[in-house]
Protein backbone atom coordinates (compact mmCIF):
# COMPACT_ATOMS: atom_id res chain seq x y z
CA UNK A 1 0.00 0.00 0.00
CA UNK A 2 2.99 2.29 0.47
CA UNK A 3 4.24 1.66 -2.90
CA UNK A 4 1.20 2.59 -4.15
CA UNK A 5 0.66 6.35 -2.48
CA UNK A 6 4.44 6.67 -3.23
CA UNK A 7 3.61 6.09 -7.47
CA UNK A 8 0.26 8.23 -7.10
CA UNK A 9 2.18 10.99 -5.49
CA UNK A 10 5.31 11.01 -7.71
CA UNK A 11 2.80 11.06 -10.36
CA UNK A 12 2.90 14.47 -12.23
CA UNK A 13 -0.47 15.95 -12.85
CA UNK A 14 -0.58 17.28 -16.40
CA UNK A 15 -1.28 20.68 -17.29
CA UNK A 16 -4.02 21.69 -19.16
CA UNK A 17 -2.95 23.66 -22.94
CA UNK A 18 -5.57 26.29 -23.34
CA UNK A 19 -7.34 25.34 -26.73
CA UNK A 20 -8.89 28.68 -26.88
CA UNK A 21 -7.49 32.08 -27.51
CA UNK A 22 -8.08 34.12 -24.68
CA UNK A 23 -8.30 37.48 -26.37
CA UNK A 24 -10.98 36.27 -28.34
CA UNK A 25 -13.68 35.06 -25.34
CA UNK A 26 -12.95 38.76 -23.92
CA UNK A 27 -16.31 40.88 -24.46
CA UNK A 28 -14.17 43.64 -25.85
CA UNK A 29 -15.51 47.00 -27.05
CA UNK A 30 -19.07 45.98 -27.55
CA UNK A 31 -19.40 44.19 -24.10
CA UNK A 32 -17.91 47.72 -22.34
CA UNK A 33 -20.36 49.77 -24.49
CA UNK A 34 -23.54 47.27 -23.38
CA UNK A 35 -22.33 47.46 -19.87
CA UNK A 36 -21.60 51.44 -20.06
CA UNK A 37 -25.35 51.97 -21.90
CA UNK A 38 -26.77 49.94 -18.56
CA UNK A 39 -24.53 51.76 -15.64
CA UNK A 40 -26.05 54.99 -17.48
CA UNK A 41 -29.88 53.97 -17.59
CA UNK A 42 -29.50 52.89 -14.18
CA UNK A 43 -28.26 56.64 -12.91
CA UNK A 44 -31.05 57.82 -15.25
CA UNK A 45 -33.53 55.85 -13.63
CA UNK A 46 -32.59 56.52 -10.19
CA UNK A 47 -32.40 60.00 -10.27
CA UNK A 48 -35.78 59.59 -11.73
CA UNK A 49 -36.85 58.00 -8.77
CA UNK A 50 -35.13 60.54 -6.11
CA UNK A 51 -37.12 63.24 -8.21
CA UNK A 52 -40.28 61.61 -8.25
CA UNK A 53 -39.70 60.58 -4.34
CA UNK A 54 -39.05 64.04 -3.33
CA UNK A 55 -42.03 65.69 -5.25
CA UNK A 56 -44.46 63.56 -3.72
CA UNK A 57 -43.35 64.09 -0.13
CA UNK A 58 -43.36 68.12 -1.20
CA UNK A 59 -46.75 67.30 -1.93
CA UNK A 60 -47.74 65.44 1.23
CA UNK A 61 -46.21 68.35 3.08
CA UNK A 62 -48.37 70.76 1.30
CA UNK A 63 -51.61 69.08 1.16
CA UNK A 64 -51.06 68.78 5.31
CA UNK A 65 -50.56 72.70 5.50
CA UNK A 66 -53.64 73.86 3.56
CA UNK A 67 -55.99 71.17 5.26
CA UNK A 68 -54.76 73.09 8.60
CA UNK A 69 -55.47 75.96 6.79
CA UNK A 70 -58.58 75.24 6.06
CA UNK A 71 -59.50 73.72 9.46
CA UNK A 72 -58.29 76.55 11.32
CA UNK A 73 -60.63 78.57 8.87
CA UNK A 74 -63.36 76.48 9.56
CA UNK A 75 -62.70 76.51 13.20
CA UNK A 76 -62.56 80.48 13.05
CA UNK A 77 -66.30 80.81 10.94
CA UNK A 78 -67.52 78.27 13.60
CA UNK A 79 -66.57 80.34 16.47
CA UNK A 80 -67.50 83.17 15.19
CA UNK A 81 -71.13 82.28 14.10
CA UNK A 82 -70.92 80.64 17.78
CA UNK A 83 -70.65 84.35 19.20
CA UNK A 84 -72.79 86.16 16.24
CA UNK A 85 -70.20 87.92 15.26
CA UNK A 86 -69.67 87.33 11.57
CA UNK A 87 -68.50 90.58 10.60
CA UNK A 88 -71.70 92.58 10.18
CA UNK A 89 -72.43 90.32 7.54
CA UNK A 90 -74.21 86.91 7.28
CA UNK A 91 -73.58 84.30 5.01
CA UNK A 92 -77.21 84.09 3.34
CA UNK A 93 -77.80 88.10 2.78
CA UNK A 94 -75.14 89.96 0.82
CA UNK A 95 -73.45 92.70 1.71
CA UNK A 96 -74.34 96.35 1.98
CA UNK A 97 -72.46 98.50 -0.16
Do not use: N
Amino acid sequence: MGTLIALVAATPTPTPTPTIDPDQVTPGVAGFIGIAVIAAAVVFLLIDMLRRVRRAGYRIDVREELDAEEAARTEADGDASATGDAGGVSPESPAKD
